[in-house]
């Protein structure tokens, strides 16, 4: 999976054309694991997130100048050091994230191209009665939030308590044409995943963490 493979896949899923521009968004960065493989072109398109101070540090070390936009901008941390302002499931958030692709959109209409949203993300996930993630964090308030709350409304059943849930179904409603996700290998087989595939004409793409391992 080396940078050029990379943009390989995003003109294959996105069929980009000479009047279109793109943004990758990862709303659970991290350090940035994922995006060391991409190009600096690549980068310069990229709206990186996370919820850890600490790991906000480590983005701005490698990839701040370097990509569009590192969120969140808010960085008050809580006695953890986690910025609830970077919680991917909150209402504050998801407000500062679709600002942040719409300023990318006028900017790109100016220009005569329209903007295709990419998710490229290797989501925290939970299984039911589990608060721990897979980076072993607590995920405070992840069955009471917006995402959840919202998400209950179209979705039935266990699926909306499973985090990764969560974000594969947030992305796509609120935000991505096409979507990159490495995650286990449950997510392949699972109803709710064949939901999207079924319903977003495979604009839909799960890479298992398995593959994953070859890298790091």
Known sequence: ???DNNLTLYKKINNLNNDEDY????????????????????LS??????????????LKGLYEGRVKAILPSDETTDDEG?????DALSEGFNKELADTIEEARKEAESRGKKLVVIGLENPPYAEPQSESTRG??????????YITKEMKKEVKGKATVDLANKFIWSGFKYFFDYYVVYSPVKYFKSSFTNYFVYHFFFHFILIPLSFLSLFF
């Not at 709303?27 to 190009?39: D, H, P, S, V, Y």
């Not at 398109?45 to 480590?58: D, G, P, Q, R, S």
């Not at 072993?136 to 939030?145: A, V």
């Open 82 to 86: 986690c910025m609830p302002a970077g």
């Open 136 to 145: 072993g964090k607590t995920q405070k308030g992840s069955y009471e939030n």
């Open 45 to 58: 398109h990229c709206i990186l997130n996370t919820i850890v101070y600490a790991e906000k540090t480590t």
């Open 23 to 42: 943004v990758i968004v990862d709303r659970c960065a991290g350090t940035g694991n994922l995006e060391k493989f991409l190009t600096d072109e690549e």
């Open 1 to 3: 999976c080396d940078a």
